[in-house]
């Protein structure tokens, strides 16, 4: 069947149409990073000079030096953890039968559901009284309680569609069970527990909320809260060039892992999703 | 679950079964359970007790109190109206949008990969970055919107406009996710079926109405009830645009600026408790009004 140009010239359309909606406000950010500080106000979409000054300025600054590392740190441990407890509970949802399996998916769902303002008043105080406030631990924590129900929630879908006979086959056709986990289990599952891991890093990686609320120093403040307290010339005054310059850094490895990974975690989001 | 001619090896193996299963869970269960379970019982604790951390020393049980208190203030009832608004408003539009565009993510064959992986964009960028790409925007001073529109308008010093500089950026960051929920629902929908209907005579809006919404009901209502609560924990946006100024405050707002900004914990705590027991009202209506099937059981 052929298309009729008309069609074509409408899905060209719609598309430049999506991809505009999407890129718009990312583009804006890029640009007003690559202004020059004069330029900053002259309400152009495009910068009529670039400069990298933003880009100086925020990495001679230690502050943002090192809520990236706490952010990259934090986000990593936290997702790390998330996976390893996320796929033992995983395959015993899949592949066994219990009583109390039922309760842990509406459990875990009620977990993901949650209102995470509901948890940071006692976490201050019980961080506050046992020396975790202003730690990595101290945001690690809390973080896992979105990234486990999340990872296990993920996992369970993507195990679904593993197809486990193969490890049967494989003892008949006389592996052991440690050959048959590393030589059919790991690389079935590898990849669906690399994407939860990356889907889980992202959400640990964007949080605000507990990052504001649970630190207060570099010690372990993050990218979020630390751009959000950027401070500028005068209190009134938002230092627009450095937040600009500062989100496009921290956003360039978001979008080079969308880039990358944009099928499995598509696959990973929505399945998740249908099968709950 | 005792099972009739059961032969006692195996009744063995199933038990044996269920300790490992329950061996697996453990770890994830604890973890849970300390960070999550925990909290919360603590949350509901403290909100009885006037727990103020300026004053550690004097807590003391007031009972109910925090909670009337709460829910005659002014202040809990306009956050509520707001944080109402602001997930009615932008959970309909956002619906809105989506489905145009999960249907162009379908059926487009030019420029797949690209229109996808734009589509996911905004929904992995993190929300303050979001959040101050929009402010900025707007702003008088330094944006492009008031010139590209000839308008002269400060956008985040007003209520109306403040709701709707909030609401374009929710829905910006958010309609995504529900776009690759809706496509995820319309793959679920069979070919054949479509094609049959075609061959019937149906057209495009027929097939649509008929065939793809039908089936792809269940997923679409989870992928709302889902945005919902999301949405009505809306905070980081309403954080970096405005800090609830305007009259913009959100529930989360008023939790978070009652615990960590004042340091009364027991009056935070009841805030918390209440946007939590709003969340299960928000849920419960929602599954019993649409009579969803959860589908936890599915194996």
Known sequence: MKKS?????????????????AVIPMLWIVSLSLKRGSDLNDQQFFPQTISFEHYRNIFSDMQFASAILNSIGIASIAALFSVLLGMLAAYAIVRLEFPGRRLMLIGILMTAMFPPVAIIGPLFDI??????????????????????????????????EIPWDLEKAARIDGATTVQSFIRIMVPLAAPSVFTTAILVFIFAWNDFLFAISLTSTD??????AAIAFFTGSSRFELPIGSIAAASVVVTVPVMIIVLFFQQRIIAGLTSGAIKG | MPRRNEQPKQRQRRHNEWYQAWLLCAPAVLVLILITAYPILYAIWLSFFQYDLRFPDQRTFIGLDNYISILTSEVWW??????????????????????????IMYHTVLWRYAVRTATLLPYAITTIIAAFAWKFAFDPTTGFINALSGMEQAWLTQSWSSFLVIILTEIWKTTPFMALMLLAGLTLVPHELIQAARADGANAWQRFMKITLPLAKPAILVAV???MLDA???????????????????VSMVGYNTLIVSLNLGLGSAVSVLIFISMLIISALFIWGFNIKTGVDQK
């Open chain 2, 78 to 103: 306009q956050a509520f109206g707001n944080t109402f608004i602001l997930t009615v408003s932008s959970v309909t539009l956002e619906l809105m949008v989506a489905f145009p565009l999960a249907l």
């Open chain 1, 219 to 224: 010690n372990a403040r993050t990218v979020p």
């Open chain 1, 5 to 21: 140009i008309v069609e074509n010239v409408f899905w060209v359309m719609s598309n430049v149409l999506v991809i505009a909606y």
């Open chain 2, 232 to 250: 009505f924990r809306i905070f980081d946006t309403v954080f970096i645009l405005t800090r609830g100024a305007q009259g913009t405050e959100t």
């Open chain 1, 127 to 160: 961080w506050r009284i046992t020396g975790l406030y202003d730690t990595w631990l101290g945001l690690i924590l809390p973080y896992m309680t979105f990234t486990l129900p999340l990872a296990i929630w993920i996992l369970a879908a993507f195990f679904r």
């Open chain 2, 225 to 227: 009830l889902f945005r």
